[in-house]
């Protein structure tokens, strides 16, 4: 069984529209996150507390809202960012800028304890940061290949910051439009069919079949 570690379970309910029946699972465990500027490292090293406590196969996943004309920010601080400044204050933000483009981004990182030598696809064995949050016996930067493999799947949504509008959603949803709509407008369906964790759902799906 695959566990998905979150703590939303509508995060579970997404990913079993991309997999077979009943193969994927919640775990709520709350790995500590390590500082990164990009979210991958994050979700690798995430995976990699998750596959330790759960010794089964796991799925982490982090995302974050990048302002192109804010050279990415709120990016991996965005939950940070929300939970201090707000969304109306990253509205405001952005409001003064020329250029208010902005992408969601998610990456999952899957881990099982295998190796993905076979694999062609960015395999993260060795993130420095990451070994050296994995704690003392992987500490040594010069046992961070022997790290645990991780494998990575990215998705994005592109779109532009706006003044809030709907009810929908959650987190920046009211501020990002995408294709004349902000996501909080957007029935769930369609926020799913074109969100960036359902881009990058879509990927492991294809990939994990084969597995
Ligand atoms: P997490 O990685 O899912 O915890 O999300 C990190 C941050 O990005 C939190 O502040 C979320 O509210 C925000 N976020 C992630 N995905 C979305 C989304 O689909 N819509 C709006 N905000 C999101």
């Known amino acids: ?6 703590t ?10 991309y997999l077979p029946n009943d193969s994927i699972a919640r775990l709520d465990f709350d790995y500590p996150e390590i500082q990164a500027t990009e979210l991958g490292p ?43 400044l707000g969304i109306e204050r990253v509205h405001d933000i952005a409001a003064d800028l020329d250029d208010r483009r902005a992408a969601f981004r998610c990456v999952l990182g899957y881990c099982d304890g295998d190796d993905f030598a076979a694999s062609p696809d ?32 990215e998705g994005y949504v592109p779109g532009r910051i706006v003044a809030p509008r709907g009810e929908g959603g959650f987190g920046y949803d009211p501020i990002f439009e995408h294709d004349g709509e ?7 369906d369609r926020k799913n069919a074109i969100s960036h964790r359902g881009r990058a759902l879509e990927k492991f799906a294809e990939w994990y079949a084969d597995r």
């Open 8 to 17: 939303n379970p509508g995060k579970v309910r997404e990913a079993e529209r």
């Open 122 to 153: 960015p395999v993260d064995r060795g993130d420095r940061n990451a070994a050296a949050a994995a704690g003392p016996d992987e500490g040594d930067p010069e046992a961070a290949p022997d790290a645990l493999p991780v494998k990575l799947f």
């Open 42 to 84: 994050i979700a690798a090293q995430g995976a990699r507390e998750a596959y330790r406590h759960a010794d089964e196969p796991v799925l982490v996943d982090d995302a974050g809202l990048f302002v192109e004309g804010l050279d990415g920010f709120p990016g991996p601080y965005s939950s940070y960012v929300e939970e201090t």
């Open 182 to 188: 902000t996501l909080a407008e957007m029935s769930t």
């Open 1 to 6: 069984m695959l566990r998905y570690v979150t």
